[in-house]
Nanobody, 114 residues
Framework: QVQLVESGGGLVQAGGSLRLSCAASRSIRLYVMNWYRRAPGKERELVARITTGGDTNYAGSVKGRFTISRDNAKNTVYLQMNNLKPDDTAVYYC?????????WGQGTQVTVSS
């Protein structure tokens, strides 16, 4: 098992930046880590993924604006979000899959005003 705790959300104007953190209760060195988001009235969406080797993937809507990174020594994953847009408003969740279970944090709210 693992507990995930997100932080860093808040209210920001369009064009601004936020950095989300996800702290894990155990070592994440061997696991792919993901950031998802769920906007009001929409389905959950995979935003970014980082492999154990540091390879990254992004949703098309955030590519070039968001950066996922990891610090295995701190058991922490980050999501740097730049040039935020109102459409980025959502609850952001950290995720790790430890087969056969999926683990989620409680989420952190990001609100972008126009």
């Amino acid at each position: 098992q693992v507990q995930l705790v997100e932080s860093g959300g808040g209210l920001v104007q369009a064009g601004g930046s936020l950095r989300l953190s996800c702290a894990a209760s155990r070592s994440i060195r061997l696991y792919v880590m993901n950031w998802y988001r769920r906007a009001p009235g929409k389905e959950r969406e995979l935003v970014a993924r980082i492999t154990t080797g540091g390879d990254t993937n992004y949703a098309g809507s955030v590519k070039g604006r968001f950066t996922i990174s990891r610090d295995n020594a701190k058991n922490t994953v980050y999501l740097q979000m730049n040039n935020l847009k109102p459409d980025d408003t959502a609850v952001y969740y950290c995720n790790v899959d430890l087969y056969p279970s999926r683990y989620w944090g409680q989420g952190t709210q990001v609100t972008v005003s126009s």
